[in-house]
């Protein structure tokens, strides 16, 4: 167990929807950063919060949008849903930049 | 921009034998992660590798690193049947995002 947490674990829904994902990091931890992990593109950097603000951005689509909270728990939005999005969410927190990244369990979406 | 090849993508194993799984990678990279994930799991860390000739091992399972070549390798020694899993490597971009590789698949069969 890492000690960081993600909710829900499975999340099934329809195209054209909006979810909301949650992520407790570990105790300590600053940063938290998001994953995507399907199948045709393997496992992607979204984005990274530090200490409530963005810090970096990746291959994240306009339709997703991310904020951490002051208590340090991040949310992760997915709107206009499309068949497409169906992956594994993967939250991770640190420290700060360049300490290790501990991996949630993860949330799984299906988009029907 | 960071990429990172695996290979191969795919190992199918005897109990017992030895075997390599290769990692490079593209430009420089702040340090070297090994992550091994179960289906349908999470990833767990196995290795951190920050320096050029960094050696670490833990188990059956040894990872080292050549930046000079951009290349890292995962040693299985004597595999056994609970190494089944997929393997990633994931170098560091910017000091914060992990780029990961497209994994490996190791299944060691009896």
């Known amino acids: 167990d890492s000690g960081v947490t993600q909710t829900p674990k499975h999340l099934i829904t329809a195209t054209g929807q909006r979810v909301t994902l949650r992520c407790s990091p570990r105790?300590?931890?600053?940063?938290v950063y998001w994953y995507q992990q399907s199948l045709d593109q393997g496992l992607q950097f979204l984005i990274q919060?530090?200490?409530?603000?963005?810090?970096a951005k990746g291959n994240i689509l306009e339709r997703f949008s991310a904020q951490q909270f002051p208590d340090l728990h991040s949310e992760l939005n997915l709107s206009s849903l499309e068949l497409g999005d169906s992956a594994l969410y993967f939250c991770?927190?640190?420290?700060?930049?360049?300490?290790?990244?501990?991996f949630g369990p993860g949330t799984r979406l299906t988009v029907l | 921009e960071l990429k990172v090849e695996q290979n191969p993508l795919f190992l199918s194993m005897q109990e017992g034998k030895n075997y390599t799984i290769y990692c490079n990678y593209s430009t420089t990279s702040d340090r070297l992660y090994w992550y091994r994930q179960d289906p349908g799991k999470s990833l767990e860390s196995l290795f951190v590798l920050l320096s050029n000739g960094a050696v670490k091992q833990e188990g059956r399972l040894m990872a080292s690193l050549d930046t000079k070549a951009r290349l890292s390798t995962l040693h299985i020694t004597a595999a056994v049947h609970d190494l089944s899993a997929t393997y990633f490597c994931a170098g560091m971009e910017y000091g914060n995002k992990l780029v990961f590789g497209a994994g490996t698949i190791l299944r060691v069969k009896s």
């Open positions: 919060y530090y200490n409530g603000e963005e810090r």
């Open positions: 991770a927190s640190s420290v700060a930049d360049y300490n290790e990244q501990f």
């Open positions: 105790s300590g931890d600053l940063s």
